[in-house]
């Protein structure tokens, strides 16, 4: 299918009035032991808040209808979602750190692929339990949904990028949606001006048509290399390194984007691991696109860079 037509599907769909699965497999965590172990203005010893907040975010996840699209059972995306609480300021105010993976299938194998994992380490949010997590696109209920929300989204946009050409781009546009909805709120993480690890940045990424790359990395990447490995092997690397020139091709309009450093970081142990086996010149040509784009994990190519 090519992108337009993609594309075109995912508006269609989006806009449908249809009953089916819900897209998110889930796994979701709240750790709790550093209130326990440190002094707290209320009791550590009880937990329900904390188990009442593991599962409204496992409800708000995987019970949401996030997108019009059908999912089969098997279909459901894999990802996880971490709440470590680093500190309890009142009944309802938190704060945390925020960690979130996705996982893609590789075709006709049984391999999973990380392709997002990211984590904020400074995340405040209120819940209470005696309230649903209530979230739309353009009012901004608390942090805790927004964030969750805007990250879902991020995460659909990754998972349709890589099977179809600009497939994400209705969920990232979501995204932004969420973020300038947020922006005002008060809580960090939504302006550009909080730093370069700014949640905001994620968003900006995937909508700036500068980097527009950064979705053909995702698709020749996963739908056309992992997805390839066991059929054509050769023309899978060779479509690996494709989406690592488009990587390049970002970091040559802006160093050090923040969507194209966690894919590096995400991916290094698998590029490792696809290319030890591979013809000297094909070492040689991630190398010296790494080298350039992630120096750190360039250093972790060892003999690579003497091909």
């Known amino acids: 299918m090519d992108c337009c037509r993609f594309y075109s599907l995912v508006v269609v769909l989006l806009m449908s009035c249809s009953c089916w699965a819900q897209e998110f497999r889930c796994v979701v965590s709240v750790n709790y032991q550093k209130l326990q172990s440190t002094t707290q203005q209320f009791s550590s010893g009880d937990t329900k808040v904390y188990e009442s907040m593991k599962q409204a975010l496992e409800d708000f996840v995987n ?36 960690q979130l993976q996705l996982r893609l299938p590789a075709y006709n194998s049984n391999y999973t692929s990380g392709v997002f994992n990211y984590m ?23 942090n805790l949904s ?22 994400g781009e209705p969920f990232f546009d979501m995204a932004r949606t969420i ?3 947020a922006e005002n709120s008060g809580f960090k993480g939504w302006r550009s001006s909080e730093g370069q690890k700014a949640r905001y940045w994620f968003m900006e990424n995937h909508t700036n048509s500068a980097y527009s790359p950064l979705h053909q990395a995702y698709y020749y990447y996963q ?23 488009a990587l390049h091709e970002v970091h040559k309009v802006r160093p050090n984007v923040l969507s194209v450093t966690q894919f590096v970081d995400v991916k290094i142990a698998e590029i490792i691991s696809i290319f ?3 013809p000297a010149e094909e070492q040689k ?9 992630s120096p750190i994990n360039a250093t972790k190519l060892k003999g690579f860079a003497t091909q």
């Open 223 to 245: 739908r056309l290399g992992l997805d390839m490995m066991t059929k054509d092997q050769p023309q899978a690397r060779k479509n690996i390194i494709q989406a690592l020139s």
């Open 179 to 181: 973020s300038q909805t």
């Open 146 to 167: 927004s964030t969750v929300a805007y990250y879902c989204y991020i995460m659909l946009g990754i998972y349709f990028d890589s099977y179809g050409l600009g497939g």
């Open 285 to 293: 040509q991630v190398y010296q696109i790494l080298k350039e784009v």
């Open 276 to 278: 030890t086996p591979a």
């Open 120 to 142: 904020e380490n400074d995340f405040q949010f209120s819940y209470n339990e005696s309230q649903p997590i209530d979230f739309e696109p353009n009012t901004f209920y608390g």
């Open 63 to 98: 019970g949401r209808r996030w997108t019009n699209l059908e999912f089969e059972q098997q279909e459901r995306i894999d990802c996880s979602l971490s709440l470590i609480l680093n500190e309890q300021q009142s009944l309802t105010d938190f704060k945390a750190q925020l």
